[in-house]
């Protein structure tokens, strides 16, 4: 109602203005301006607030949405590893049962640190995107590659270091095969999928296990094919 | 256009003014929102997500494993065991990861019974349980 009141009295200073004599502006420039101001500052000032309640509507309309698109997206990235942390903990169990102080024992129990390891890199990273303050629209990619999720070509899965943030890893590769071999931190998923199958086919356990990793080795590939595709 | 007419104008776009620039702020604003309530809601959900899913794939891992693993014994132990770690892969397997899964948690619920069912039968140490459900579990 302030915007049509001062809108009133601007119209009614311009018809004043007509009206009256010819060097009006001299008279009334710096009313008029003034005026002019006023309606300028009260019709910001409606957009401003308009701008705010939008920004809360559309924040409540999409939060569920994204919250669910989020807990899918979670969901599948944590299921290869959280696959091999188990497989690890049951042959690690396994292993103590047969022969605790064996070195396939040992070789177990440091494969499933860096799983653990691998996991909380993971969870790590989606921490801190979830901190980050909400980027603008053009550094969304760029926080979807942060998370692991996307992947460019040249780290993508044609290669065994599949995640970005794995990619520190590469140069302990070629020692994967080696069972007794003390791995450090910081290797891709697919270097731990096959250091894995490595001690399976070593400790000569069943086929069925060689299956199983190779099951959760396609179903990740397939999951980064996929994401990379998305973006 | 009559002088009526045109004042009626005037007036109706001075009227108008007041919502149109509110309109058209909260047009803008709804967009930016909706982007805003997208990433928030994204990244919130990923976290639970990923740390319901980590747990239960921990589940799945671990009871394949023991499933090929007990498959070489058919003795009576033995196909006891082999039963709840089936058992527990199925109910896995059956698990939908939908965040709106209408009932998610009593489904949790049964697959970690089932886990800690198959603890027991495998004699693991409680201490083993223990750390799978500190770092694995988490409140809805």
């Known amino acids: 109602m ?3 009141e001062c809108l009133c009295v601007l119209i009614m200073s311009w018809v004043k203005a007509l009206g009256s004599s010819e060097d009006v502006f001299d008279e009334n ?20 607030d308009g701008f705010r309640d939008g920004i809360n509507a559309g924040k409540e309309a999409s939060l569920q949405a994204g919250f669910n698109q989020g807990y899918r997206a979670g969901a599948l990235r944590m299921k290869a590893v959280g696959q ?8 690690q169990i396994w292993c103590q049962l047969q022969d605790p102080g064996s070195p396939a024992a040992a070789s177990v129990s440091s494969l499933l640190q860096c799983v653990v390891q691998h996991e909380e890199r993971i969870e790590a990273a989606m921490k801190r995107a979830q901190e980050r303050p909400i980027p603008s629209v053009g550094d969304v990619s760029e926080d979807l590659a942060n998370l692991g999720v996307g992947l460019t070509p040249e780290q993508g ?35 731990l999928l096959r250091w894995c199958m490595s001690i399976v086919v070593e400790l000569g356990l069943p086929e069925g296990l060689l299956h199983h990793l190779q099951q959760i080795r396609k179903e990740f590939f397939r999951l980064c094919v996929r994401t990379f595709m998305k973006i | 256009m009559s002088m009526t007419d045109e004042n009626d104008d005037l007036f109706d776009s001075v009227l108008m003014a007041d919502d149109r620039f509110r309109i058209e702020g909260y047009r803008e604003g709804f967009e930016e929102g ?36 007990l498959q070489k014994n058919t003795h009576g132990k033995a196909r006891k065991r082999l039963k709840a770690v089936e058992v527990l892969g199925d109910l896995i397997q059956k698990f939908p990861h939908e965040p709106q899964h209408e009932n998610l948690q ?25 750390y799978v459900h500190g770092s694995g579990s988490q409140d809805f």
């Open chain 1, 2 to 4: 302030v915007a049509i």
């Open chain 1, 29 to 48: 420039a710096d009313d008029i301006s003034l005026q002019s101001k006023e309606w300028k500052y009260n019709m910001e000032k409606r957009a401003k």
């Open chain 1, 84 to 91: 091999l942390k188990g497989t690890a903990s049951a042959l």
């Open chain 1, 157 to 191: 899965c044609g290669r065994t270091d599949c995640c970005k943030e794995d990619t520190d890893c590469s140069s302990s590769h070629s020692s994967c095969s080696t069972l007794l071999h003390s791995h450090p931190a910081g290797q891709s998923l697919e270097e």
């Open chain 2, 34 to 69: 909706t982007r805003r309530g997208m990433i928030e809601g994204h990244n919130h959900g990923m976290i639970h997500g990923a740390k319901l899913s980590s747990e239960v794939s921990f589940y799945y891992g671990f009871a394949m494993t023991w499933k090929y693993l």
């Open chain 2, 106 to 130: 009593e489904d949790v619920e049964r697959i970690r019974a089932k886990f800690r069912q198959v603890c027991s039968l495998l004699n693991v140490p409680m201490n083993f349980c223990d």
